[in-house]
């Protein structure tokens, strides 16, 4: 199983940008998926969590309006759009593999993201 994320980098506040994980190795199409991330000093946060089609992206309430989760199982990528980003975003960025109710079975690399003018 590999998840290679990307799509981080330096942003200033205000910004946009959108985090790719492409996914091989297993069954994409069938696999729940999370992003989480770490900002410095900081412990490990679930940003978000998509079902197998993509028909129940959920993102968590401290992100609900500015982040959203999608998939594209032809491409067998995930996303995270996020937008309105502040310095408080500046952290770095997973994809996982959720192995069943919340288990996390494969985390991918990180990507940095950093928000700062």
């Known amino acids: 199983v590999q998840l290679q994320a990307s799509g981080g980098g330096l942003v200033q506040p205000g910004g946009s940008l959108r985090l790719s994980c492409l996914a091989s190795?297993?069954?994409?199409?069938?696999?729940?998926m999370f992003w989480f991330r770490q900002a410095p000093g900081k412990g490990l946060e679930r940003v978000s969590r998509?079902?197998?089609?993509?028909?129940?992206?959920n993102v968590a309430a401290s992100w609900k309006g500015r982040f959203t989760v999608s998939r594209d199982n032809a491409k067998n990528t995930l996303y995270l759009q996020m937008n309105n980003l502040t310095s408080e975003d500046t952290a770095v960025y997973y994809c996982?593999?959720?192995?069943?109710?919340?288990?996390?079975?494969?985390w991918g690399n990180g990507t940095l993201v950093t928000v700062s003018s």
């Open positions: 996982a593999k959720d192995g069943g109710t919340y288990y996390v079975d494969y």
């Open positions: 190795g297993f069954t994409f199409s069938d696999s729940w």
């Open positions: 998509i079902s197998p089609g993509g028909t129940l992206p």
